[in-house]
Nanobody
Framework: QVHPVESGGGLVQAGGSLRLSCAAS????????MGWYRQAPGKQRELVAQ???????NYADSVKGRFTISRDNAKNTVYLQMNSLKPEDTAVYYC?????????WGQGTQVTISS
């Protein structure tokens, strides 16, 4: 199975911004109902933002007002704009379609926020 490819992570100071990209051209699910997830060390993976099956957006309470999910259909790419970053946003970020019920994940992209 070909997973979407995440990129754009890095090390930034608290208060800074990053934009993550999720290229899904090789995935059979495309960018349909794509979600961004993250997993911090010692914690469970959690859903951060998503496009629902109907096309609306949902956000975790912890990122509302700071993160924005968007997509470029022509590029088969989904983005996660992250502003006002906090140290607690430090995690590996993954993207995955809600239609993908497999238990496997891509490599993700590391986001580290320094205080």
């Amino acid at each position: 199975q070909v997973h979407p490819v995440e990129s754009g992570g890095g090390l930034v100071q608290a208060g800074g911004s990053l934009r993550l990209s999720c290229a899904a051209s090789g995935s059979v699910f495309g960018i349909n109902a794509m979600g961004w997830y993250r997993q911090a060390p010692g914690k469970q993976r959690e859903l951060v933002a998503q496009f629902t099956v109907g096309g609306s957006t949902n956000y975790a309470d912890s990122v509302k007002g700071r993160f924005t999910i968007s997509r470029d259909n022509a590029k088969n790419t989904v983005y996660l704009q992250m502003n006002s970053l906090k140290p607690e946003d430090t995690a590996v970020y993954y993207c995955k379609s809600l239609y993908d019920l497999s238990g496997s994940w891509g490599q993700g992209t590391q986001v580290t926020i320094s205080s």
